[in-house]
């Protein structure tokens, strides 16, 4: 007997066909009329389709094995199966992806009568291959078998026919590949493309920061000035080579700016203190001040090259020691700026030293006569002859004759003042004190002698009292070239306390503080 639906040999006493499930008619599985013989021939072409109720015989022309029980219903117990039975309701496996080449490749039929040899049709490039339900699978290795147990060749049929059970078996493959390739196009996009993102964007961020690093490195290159597009009026440094051998000039300029000040064209170098140069340097620096333009801009050379505070004003510290033939040591002070007119008519004198003590002790004249003043005291003669061959040469040979002016002494009969050119000399009143007030007794008969000094000026020296800026440390007087113009016998005197109100006598022995321009 056969099934009506798929045309299967069935099982003596079957109730359902063993390879389609369809229930089998009792009065069909006991009388047998109704089956089909085993060998059985397919309709011929040409004739009608198979109905429901007598489908089609299978197109591989294989038989059932007749050892294989008749099912029971599900309340009666089951008899043992024959071997090579299968199971009435088979569970398929989980579908399992996997990936195929692009390239369709050759794999025999998996259905009986399928040529071996035909080439598998890849619809898309990642074809998967699912496995069919489980009971089709096994139903048709039964069917491969089946001959080969009964020892029967399997019948000549034409390979291109199928039953309508496989293929609505096929179709419904067909559905389920389709919803498979479409669950694994969703898996694809949950997983994949994120991950492709990831990757993109990390790759993106470095290729961004490569991109910004070589920009700065390119923008910081070509803005300096070893860059190709530098700015064509920058300049590249210059090294000053040595000229020489030697890196004197080079550690001179180093010094120079350290000391934060510019180095006047045709100047020395800037030095830190007036004791730091020597008598040459001073007498060049002295010539800078002298030829400036105005009293304001030598002052301003003068600060350059610290000669003076910072503020331009003097305070007794800018000295510069000297030492005389018979060993007698002089600290000369820095007294003023262009207040001395050289003896040629040249201009001022850039600068003028008065010594903080005395270099030795003489008198004004040793004749003891006031006749003739400064002009012709035996004092005068010693210094400018005697005196000024005892200074180092380096000091004698740059110290520059300058104009004195000096009263003429009191009851002489002398009128005018006079002129003398000396290389040293001592100051007057005036260039001491200032010029006198109404409070003194010289006021009003005075005639000033030339300005006060900006040493003493600056220090608050004045005529009204005595002044410690005046004490020497040798103690003692000091003479001031100035003849007394209230008293004709004597000359004026600075005394132990500073006091300027003194006079002495001509032959009196004092102190000789000289003064000298450079």
């Not at 397919?42 to 591989?60: F, K």
Request: aromatic share 6%; net charge negative.
């Amino acid at each position: 007997m056969r099934c009506k639906q798929c045309g299967e040999e069935l099982p003596e006493r079957a109730r359902f066909c063993p390879f389609c499930g369809t229930s089998v008619d009792p009065d069909e599985s006991a009388g047998g009329e109704k089956n089909h013989p085993a060998d059985a021939e397919p309709p011929a072409e040409g004739d009608e389709a198979p109905t429901a109720s007598e489908p089609e015989v299978p197109s591989d022309g294989t038989t059932a094995p007749a050892d294989v029980p008749a099912p029971r219903k599900l309340e009666e117990p089951l008899e043992p199966m024959g071997v090579g039975a299968v199971p009435l309701v088979p569970v398929a496996p989980p579908p399992r992806a996997s990936w195929v080449s692009q390239h369709p490749r050759s794999y025999g039929s998996r259905v009986a009568g399928r040529p071996s040899g035909a080439q598998h049709r890849v619809d898309h490039p990642y074809q998967h291959d699912f496995p069919r339900d489980h009971d089709r699978d096994r139903a048709a290795a039964r069917r491969e078998e089946a001959p080969e147990q009964a020892g029967e060749a399997p019948a000549d049929e034409d390979p291109t026919s199928v039953s309508a059970p496989v293929a609505q078996e096929r179709s419904g493959g067909r559905a389920r590949t389709s919803r498979a390739r479409e669950a694994l196009r969703s898996l694809a996009e949950g997983f994949s493309v994120p991950e492709v993102r990831r990757r993109r964007l990390i790759a993106v961020g470095v290729l961004a920061v490569a991109i910004v690093g070589v920009a700065v490195f390119v923008g910081f290159f070509s803005s300096s000035w070893i860059g190709p597009f530098a700015p064509p009026a920058e300049e590249a440094p210059q090294v000053q080579p040595p000229s020489d051998g030697s890196l004197a000039a080079l550690a001179e300029q180093g010094e120079e700016e350290g000391d934060g000040a510019s180095q006047p064209e045709g100047g020395p170098e800037v030095r830190a203190a007036v004791e730091d140069y020597s008598w040459e340097e001073l007498s060049q620096i002295s010539a800078l001040i002298a030829a400036a333009d105005s009293d304001e801009a030598g002052l301003e050379i003068a600060k350059t090259y610290h000669l003076c505070a910072d503020d331009g004003t003097l305070d007794g510290t800018q000295t510069k020691d000297l030492e005389l033939s018979d060993g007698t040591e002089a600290s000369m002070r820095v007294a003023g700026f262009r207040q001395d007119e050289k003896a040629d008519g040249s201009g001022a004198a850039g600068i003028t030293f008065i010594a903080s003590d005395g270099v030795s002790e003489q008198s004004m004249n040793a004749t003891g006569q006031l006749v003739g003043g400064w002009e012709g005291s035996t004092l005068r003669v010693w210094m400018n002859e005697s005196l000024i061959g005892e200074l180092p040469s380096e000091v004698s040979d740059l110290v520059v004759a300058v104009e004195k002016r000096t009263n003429p002494p009191a009851g002489t009969g002398e009128t005018g003042q006079d002129v003398t050119e000396d290389k040293l000399w001592v100051p007057s009143y005036s260039e001491v004190v200032g010029q006198p007030g109404s409070g003194s007794n010289r006021s009003g008969l005075y005639e000033s002698e030339g300005d006060q000094y900006q040493l003493f000026s600056d220090l608050g020296v004045t005529w009204a009292e005595p002044s410690s800026e005046l004490v020497i440390p040798s103690g003692g007087y000091w003479w001031l070239r100035s003849p007394d113009v209230a008293n004709d016998r004597w000359f004026v005197v600075v005394g132990p306390e500073g006091q300027s109100a003194y006079g002495h006598r001509p032959a009196t022995e004092n102190a000789i503080v000289m003064g000298f321009c450079l």
